[in-house]
Every structure is written in structure tokens, then in C-alpha cells.
């Protein structure tokens, strides 16, 4: 059974530039969501996507941009990247409607570090 | 505002003493409550899921148990490969994001 799989493992970038993050979800799951990890906190809700659109999203602004492709893959897109945007990027796959729609399965997830 | 409260930061063990975790939310209500482990640069591993007070799981040497406004995670007669950072998150009524607390990382010295 494939979990959530992250692409790239690692990224380094300067300030400025823009960055795209892949996902693909856990076989069966058909939602995405993407969160922010700076090291020693917890994940932070940036958005979700489920049906090809963005159901919900958190306090981020609009550089953070994504994208839910027909077979459930996602990308998280950012622009004009800050040092403060490094951190551990984790996507989570989740299915929508039943009894176990809640639990959301996280990929190793892409450590992005702006210069 | 949702808010998610995690105690103690830090906690060191020796193998075989047993302690628990505590984790305080406040949420517009709960929909569930969830406990991840998270190894040093890897994507959190789901643990548990809890959704009303009173209730009760079990793997391994760990047990989470929740109220209406706390959940403690029992770490029972650790191991050394029980050192990690446990995440507690909340997910709120109408709400599909899950709340995150800031963890407690938890070291076991054989």
C-alpha cells in the first residue's frame, strides 16, 4: 500500500524566487491538504484541496498558491519566497465522507531553505 | 480561536519509567483528537484518533485517553525507540484543518 509520497526530499533557494512542491497521496485518498513546520513547532494548516478545488485555507497569504490534479496529486506553489518561509513543507492525504474521514496521513515531507 | 496546548516541552526518561503527556484544547467543537509521532526530519506518524470524552486506545506501550478538555498520552515502560517528538492536533465541528499543539519531545535513555 503507497503512503503519501513528497517531491523534492530537500530545496534550497534564494529570496525571491518561486518554488513548486509535489504530492501524491496515499492509494484510495482523494483530499490533499499542506501545512508549514518551522523546527520546533507544530504543522500549520496552509490549505486543502479536495475535487480539484480549494475547500479551505489558513492564515497564509496569497503567494502560497496550489493546485489538485485529477488523479488526487496536488502541488503547493510559492512566490516571491522570504528567508522566513523556510521549513519542513508536509502534505497529507485524507479521505473525504465515512466514518474515517478525519485521519489525515502525512508524507516525509520537502525541507525548503531560502538564502 | 482554536488552540491547542501541549505539556511538558521536553521529557526525559529512563527505559522503563513510565509517564504521560498532556495535551489541553480549545476548539469550537471537537470533531477529533489526534496524537502523531514525528521522528527528527521525517513527516509525523499517525498514532490515534479520539472523539469523545471517555474514550480509550491502545498500541503498544502507549494508551491516549480523552476528556472534554484535555488528552493525556500514557507511555508505558518506554524503550529508547520510543524517542520522539509527540504531536497532538485538533480537529474542530465544521472545520477541515487539524489544530496543532507544539509537541513534546520525549527522549528514553536505556
Known amino acids: 500500500d503507497a503512503g503519501v509520497t513528497q517531491s523534492p526530499t530537500h530545496l534550497i533557494k534564494t529570496r525571491g524566487q518561486q518554488v513548486t512542491l509535489r504530492c501524491s497521496p496515499k492509494s484510495g485518498h482523494d483530499t490533499v491538504s499542506w501545512y508549514q513546520q518551522a523546527l520546533g513547532q507544530g504543522p500549520q494548516f496552509i490549505f486543502q484541496?479536495?475535487?480539484?478545488?480549494?475547500?479551505q485555507r489558513g492564515n497564509f497569504p496569497d503567494r502560497f498558491s496550489g493546485h489538485q490534479f485529477p488523479n488526487y496529486s496536488s502541488e503547493l506553489n510559492v512566490n516571491a519566497l522570504l528567508l522566513g518561509d523556510s521549513a519542513l513543507y508536509l502534505c497529507a492525504s485524507s479521505l473525504a465522507g465515512g466514518y474515517r474521514y478525519n485521519e489525515q496521513f502525512f508524507g516525509p515531507g520537502t525541507r525548503l531553505t531560502v538564502l | 480561536e482554536d488552540q491547542v496546548t501541549q505539556s511538558p516541552e521536553a521529557l526525559r526518561l529512563q527505559e522503563g519509567e513510565s509517564s504521560s503527556l498532556n495535551c489541553s484544547y480549545t476548539?469550537?467543537?471537537?470533531?477529533?483528537l489526534f496524537w502523531y509521532r514525528q521522528d527528527p526530519g521525517k513527516g509525523p506518524e499517525f498514532l490515534f484518533t479520539?472523539?469523545?470524552a471517555g474514550e480509550e486506545k491502545e498500541k503498544e506501550r502507549l494508551k491516549a485517553t480523552l476528556t472534554k478538555k484535555e488528552s493525556f498520552l500514557h507511555i508505558t515502560a518506554p524503550k529508547p525507540e520510543d524517542s520522539a517528538t509527540y504531536l497532538c492536533a485538533a480537529r474542530p465541528i465544521n472545520d477541515y484543518k487539524l489544530s496543532f499543539g507544539a509537541g513534546t519531545t520525549v527522549t528514553v535513555r536505556a
Open positions: 484541496y479536495y475535487e480539484e478545488e480549494e475547500r
Open positions: 476548539v469550537s467543537g471537537l470533531r477529533g
Open positions: 479520539l472523539y469523545s
